[in-house]
């Protein structure tokens, strides 16, 4: 399964951080460090949880198990905000 930005969504980069605004709902949204780590795989193309995991664990001292929990669950995050969509 491999998870990509949907077309709903602009971004940009302010002071450091990932800012991203949904334009049918008017929504703006920040990242933190990690998470902006992985916006910014994910503007590349669609990305798997472990590609994902390996750029974070390349970046981050965290085992990979607690990295695919975390990434999975902003992931199903960004999906329900309409930010993420999943594809083939």
């Given amino acids: ?4 930005l949907t077309p709903d969504q602009i971004s940009s980069k302010v002071a450091g951080e ?3 605004l949904n334009h049918n709902k008017g929504s703006y949204y920040g990242l933190d ?3 902006v780590l992985i916006w910014d795989t994910l503007e590349k193309g669609p990305q798997t949880i472990d590609t994902l995991c390996d750029v974070v664990v ?4 965290v085992d990979v198990d607690t990295c695919k929990n ?6 199903q995050e960004l999906i329900s905000e ?3 969509e999943v594809t083939e």
């Fill in 33 to 35: 460090e990690v998470g």
């Fill in 82 to 84: 309409r930010l993420v």
């Fill in 70 to 75: 975390d990434i999975d669950g902003l992931l």
């Fill in 58 to 61: 390349g970046e981050y001292d």
């Fill in 18 to 20: 990932t800012v991203i």
């Fill in 1 to 4: 399964m491999k998870y990509q």
